[in-house]
C-alpha cells in the first residue's frame, strides 16, 4: 500500500462540513472547536464511526466535571461488539485480522472468522466456569494472537481484562493480580526471549498460591491437561459458538484494568470503560495516527505494527486498530537481538515480512538502531512503509533526522513516494488515559524533535507556576476539560484518594480562586509553540533548575546520547529547599571506551555545545546501566529521592524496575553521598 490518496484527517473534515456545516481556516481552529463545543465534537465521533447502541443515549455529557464525568448514558456498546462488525467485510477483502511472529521469523494469520470463533469459543468457557460481567479475568501471557483472543473473549461477557507480561518476576505480578481478586487466570508456562526460553511454570506455582480467589486455572502450554488447554479451548467448535454474540454493556462498563509503573507502594490499578476506550482510541489511531480501515479503498490493505510487551499500554493501543478493522501486525521477542549477538535489524525484518504499512515502537528503540548503524536496505522489502510512530520517551531530532535521510535514499529505489519524507506519528500520554495528548497530523508540517499537535478533543495546555496557561514557554502539562477515556476510577480505591492524589492534587477545585474544578496535571514538561506544534522535555518532577533556568531532561539526553560512545545516560539535580544545585550524571558507555579525561572533557563539550555551560554536571559517574521501570522509562525521581536521603522501601518498589539488579550501586552511591553530607555539615 502506499500513502493514501486523502490523509483520514482530510477525510474527518471534509465529512464535518458536508454533516455539520463546519469549516475551520486551520488545524488549530478545528482543535479549539473540539474543546470548546464538548458536546459536538463527540457526538461526531460517535457518528463519523457510525458507533452503534440498540439504546440511544440521551446525552454526551450529562455531568461536566473531572473526575467523574458521566459520557453518553443510555448507551449500550460492548468493545468486542466494535471489532467483530469488520468480520464479515474485511474477511470477503481477503484480509486478516492478525499476522504475528517471534524471534523464529515465522510468520503465521489469524482471519477474521477466526479470530471471533475462537473469541466465542473461550467465553462459552469461562461462563461455564463461573465468569459474569465484573469478575476479573487476569493473564499472564506474551505478546500472541492467543492474549488478544483472551481479551475479547472476556470483554464480550463485560468481565474485566487485566494482563502482566511473563518477562515480570513474580512478586511484581502478584503485586498487580493480588489487588483485583481474579476468578480467573490464563497462563504461559514458558516465553521465549533474546534466544533463550524462559520457564515460568515456577511463577504460575506462585500465583496460585497467592491469588486465593482464583478458581480457575488455564495454561497455555502443550503439558496442560486438555480441559484447560487453552489451544484445545479455542479449538471448539458447535453450533453455540457459532451463535454466540457479545453482551450489551454501559458506556462506562468497565473493560480492563492498567497499572502505573508503581515507583513508590503497590502499582495503582486503573479502571477504563470499554465506551471511553472506543471513542477515545478511533480519533487517536484513525485521524491522528492515519491508520485507516484495512478494506476500505481509500487504505486497503493497512497492516498496523506497534511493538510492544503485554505489559505496555501500547499493547492495549495496538488491539484497539482492530476497532476500526485494520490488520494488527504483532512481535513476540527481543527487538535487539541476543546478548551475545545483537540485532537492531530484527523488528525493521518483521516489518518487511508482514508487509506493514505502520511501524511505532518506544523512542529508545529508534535510538539504538542509530547508534547500531543499521542498514534499512538489508532488511528486506520495506516499500509498503509509509509512516513511523514513536512513544515512552521524547524522541531526539538527530535520531528522527538520521531515519529521515536514510527513508529518503530508499524511496529512490522502491519508488514509494510517503517514504521521500517519511512521517512520524510521535506520541505522547499515558497508560493513566490509554490514550494520547500531543500527536501528529499527517497535514501538518513536520520538525524532528517537534510533534506536531494537540489531540482533538484534548484541552491540552501549559500552565506556568501560577497555574495560567502559556505559549512559548515550558509549563506543566494539563488537561483541562475532561476525556471520555480518563479513568473511571483506581480499583479498591476508597473515596477515590489515591485518584485524587495521582492527578489533581497540584490543581485541585477552585484552585486559582476562579471557581473553576479541578484540572489533571500530567507530570511532563510541555512548550506549545506559537504554531501549535508542542515539544516534550521529560517528566515535570525529575526537572533540572540550574542558576534560575529550569529544564526537562530530555535535552540533556540528547546532547550526551548524540555521542556515539555514550549509549545511555540518566541526570538527577539535587536542589532541594534552597539548597546549592548539585547535578551528578550517570553515563553506560560503549564497550571498550575508556573513561578518562578526554572523554570527560567530550561529554561537557556536548553539553555545552548542545545547551549551555550552566547545564554542565558537577560529577560525572560510569554506571553498568540506568535503572528502569518495566515500562522502560528511566528512574530519575526515586534515584533523586535516594540521593535526599528518603528511605529505600518508600522510594523505589525492585518488583516494578526492568533491571533491578542495578539498583545496589545506586543504593551504595547515596550511602557515600549522604555520608560525605553530613560530614560536610
Known amino acids: 500500500m502506499t500513502a493514501p490518496y486523502v490523509p483520514q484527517m482530510a477525510l474527518y473534515r471534509q465529512w464535518l462540513k458536508e454533516s455539520r456545516g463546519l469549516a475551520f481556516a486551520d488545524f488549530e481552529a478545528m ?15 460517535w457518528d463519523y464511526f457510525d458507533l452503534r447502541s440498540p439504546t440511544p443515549h440521551s446525552a454526551v455529557l450529562a455531568d461536566r466535571k473531572m473526575p467523574g464525568a458521566v459520557w453518553f448514558p443510555g448507551a449500550s456498546v460492548n468493545y468486542a461488539h466494535q471489532v467483530f462488525r469488520h468480520v464479515a467485510p474485511a474477511h470477503a477483502a481477503g484480509l486478516p485480522a492478525l499476522i504475528s511472529s517471534g524471534e523464529d521469523g515465522k510468520l503465521s494469520e489469524t482471519s477474521w472468522p477466526e479470530l471471533q470463533r475462537k473469541s466465542a469459543a ?26 488478544i483472543i483472551a481479551f475479547l473473549a472476556t470483554a464480550s461477557l463485560g468481565a474485566i481484562w487485566s494482563v502482566c507480561a511473563p518477562d515480570m518476576a513474580a512478586p511484581a505480578v502478584i503485586d498487580r493480580f493480588k489487588q483485583i481478586e481474579p476468578k480467573v487466570l490464563i497462563a504461559c508456562d514458558a516465553v521465549t526471549y533474546a534466544g533463550r526460553r524462559h520457564d515460568r511454570q515456577g511463577v504460575i506455582e506462585e500465583l496460585r498460591r497467592a491469588l486465593p480467589t482464583v478458581g480457575h486455572v488455564i495454561l497455555h502450554s502443550d503439558a496442560a491437561p486438555s480441559e484447560t488447554r487453552l489451544s484445545t479451548i479455542l479449538a471448539g467448535q458447535s453450533a453455540a459458538i457459532d451463535a454466540f454474540e457479545p453482551e450489551w454493556l454501559p458506556f462506562d462498563h468497565p473493560l480492563w484494568i492498567v497499572y502505573s509503573s508503581g515507583t513508590t507502594g503497590l502499582p495503582k490499578p486503573i479502571l477504563h470503560s470499554h465506551g471511553g476506550v472506543i471513542v477515545v482510541a478511533l480519533p487517536l489511531s484513525t485521524l491522528h495516527n492515519d491508520i485507516g480501515c484495512s478494506y476500505q479503498p481509500n487504505s ?15 499493547w492495549n493501543c495496538q488491539a484497539n486498530g482492530l476497532l476500526n478493522g485494520t490488520t494488527c501486525c504483532i512481535f513476540d521477542g527481543s527487538p535487539g537481538g541476543t546478548k551475545d549477538k545483537p540485532d537492531w535489524t530484527t523488528l525493521w525484518r518483521f516489518v518487511a515480512d508482514a508487509k506493514a504499512t505502520f511501524f511505532g515502537a518506544g523512542a529508545a528503540f529508534f535510538a539504538n538502531c542509530t547508534k547500531a548503524g543499521i542498514d534499512l536496505a538489508a532488511v528486506g522489502d520495506l516499500s509498503g512503509l509509509r509512516t513511523l510512530g514513536s512513544t515512552g520517551s521524547p524522541l531526539s531530532a538527530d535520531t528522527q533526522a538520521w531515519f529521515n535521510q536514510r527513508f529518503a535514499a530508499l524511496s529512490k529505489r522502491n519508488g514509494n513516494a510517503a517514504q521521500a519524507e517519511i512521517w512520524w506519528a510521535n506520541i505522547s500520554g499515558g497508560t493513566d488515559f490509554a490514550g494520547a495528548f500531543i500527536g501528529g497530523n499527517r497535514e501538518l508540517p513536520q520538525t524532528p524533535g517537534i510533534m506536531q499537535c494537540r489531540l482533538l478533543g484534548c484541552a491540552v495546555e501549559a500552565f506556568d507556576e501560577r497555574g495560567c496557561a502559556v505559549i512559548d514557554e515550558v509549563g506543566e502539562l494539563v488537561c483541562t476539560e475532561p476525556l471520555p477515556s480518563m479513568p473511571l476510577r483506581f480499583w479498591n480505591d476508597p473515596g477515590n484518594a489515591r485518584y485524587l492524589s495521582s492527578y489533581f492534587e497540584t490543581y485541585p477545585d477552585n484552585f486559582d480562586g476562579s471557581g473553576r474544578g479541578p484540572v489533571w496535571r500530567h507530570g511532563d514538561w510541555l512548550k506549545i509553540n506559537p504554531d501549535g506544534s508542542c515539544v516534550i522535555y521529560g517528566r515535570s518532577d525529575a526537572t533540572i533548575n540550574r542558576h534560575g533556568l529550569r529544564m526537562g531532561t530530555s535535552e540533556l539526553y540528547s546532547a550526551i546520547e548524540a555521542l556515539p560512545e555514550v549509549l545511555d545516560s540518566m541526570v538527577v539535580d539535587l536542589e532541594y529547599l534552597g539548597r546549592d544545585s548539585y547535578m551528578p550524571l550517570f553515563v553506560v558507555l560503549r564497550e571498550g571506551v575508556v573513561f578518562d579525561a578526554a572523554m570527560k572533557a567530550k561529554i561537557n563539550q556536548a553539553v555545552e555545545a548542545g545547551l549551555s555551560r550552566r547545564f554542565l554536571p558537577n560529577d560525572i559517574f560510569v554506571v553498568a546501566e540506568i535503572p528502569r521501570t518495566l515500562s522502560g522509562k528511566k528512574q530519575e525521581l526515586p534515584v533523586k529521592k535516594l540521593l535526599l536521603g528518603h528511605p529505600v522501601e518508600k522510594v523505589i518498589n525492585r518488583d516494578a524496575m526492568a533491571n533491578p539488579g542495578c539498583l545496589d550501586w545506586y543504593l551504595d552511591f547515596a550511602r557515600s553521598y549522604l555520608g560525605k553530607q553530613a560530614g560536610a555539615a
Not at 482543535?31 to 457526538?43: A, E, L, N, P, Y
Not at 465484573?134 to 506474551?142: E, Q, T
Open 31 to 45: 482543535r479549539r472547536w473540539s474543546v470548546t463545543d464538548i458536546d459536538g465534537f463527540w457526538q461526531s465521533v
Open 300 to 314: 486497503f490493505g493497512e497492516r498496523f505494527h506497534w511493538y510492544s510487551s503485554t505489559g505496555w499500554i501500547m
Open 122 to 147: 473461550l467465553a462459552l468457557h469461562l461462563k461455564a466456569n463461573g465468569v459474569r460481567a465484573g469478575d476479573r479475568v487476569a493473564a499472564y501471557l506474551p505478546n500472541i494472537p492467543e492474549t
